[in-house]
Each structure stands twice: as structure tokens, then as C-alpha cells.
């Protein structure tokens, strides 16, 4: 086992690394708009998981995933001479889900907001059930005038 820190650096260098790789070395037609989100590294250095998300439709996913699983040796090679490490990392590539967990999350609060609209539009015109003021008032005690006024006179 390494140190986790050592981990977390090399698992920076790699998405720093991939991320040239996907700008400037690989030409391959099939690769979209791509941006690495993450990458992640085993405790003993020997796979890294590189976490990537794709703008465009269902054909642009599919097509990327295909052009980053053909180029992987090339970008594998590229982070073994940026990074130095004795062993070079096996690479794999996962579509992150991310930005599809937003979208759903977007929806839900969404349809929690026309909700709360609704509740809001019904409740406008509504009258309490029970007594205006239901809670309990200080008992107020009434003075008679006849025990006033005999104390007055004495």
C-alpha cells in the first residue's frame, strides 16, 4: 500500500495528462467534445479509473467512448512518461453520470416547486376551520361594582 496522498497526485497527473492527450494528440474523427471530470487510483498504483462526460447525443457518447477505448495504449504511454512512475497505471475509461444525476435532480425540484404552487394557490382562500384564534386567552376577571363601592365607603 502507498500513501494516500501519493495516490491522489498521481490520480491528478493522470487526468492533467489525459486531458492534453484528448486536446491535442489524438485525432481520432469519432472523439466529441470530451472533458475529463476525474480519475481515480488504486491503492497500490497499478489501475486508474479516468471518469470523462460527453456533450451530445447518444451517438456522440458511443462514438467517444469507441475513439477513447482505441487510444488508450497512446494515452497510457503518454501518462507513463509525464508521471515517471516504475509502473505505468492500467487505464480505463467511465462515462461519468454526473450530469445526468443534475438533470434528474433539476426535474425533481421542478415538480417540487410546481407543488408548492399548487398547495399555495388552494391555501389563498382558505378559512381556518375552528375559531379564528384558537389558542387560549389570559382569563380576564370581572369586578363587581357592589364590592367596589363597599369599599370605598369603609
Known sequence: ??????????????????????????????????????????????????YYTVYGGPEDIAGSAAALESARGLIRSAVGKATGVKHTPSIAFVADIIPENAHRIDELLSKAREADQAVQAVAEGAVPAGDPDPYRQPREVEVDDEEDADEETA
Open 1 to 50: 500500500m502507498t500513501d494516500k496522498a501519493r495516490a491522489r497526485k498521481l490520480a491528478d497527473r493522470i487526468r492533467v495528462t489525459t486531458a492534453e492527450m484528448i486536446e491535442r494528440g489524438i485525432k481520432d474523427p469519432r472523439l466529441g467534445f470530451v472533458t475529463i471530470t476525474d480519475a481515480k487510483v488504486t491503492g497500490d498504483l497499478r489501475e486508474a479509473t479516468v
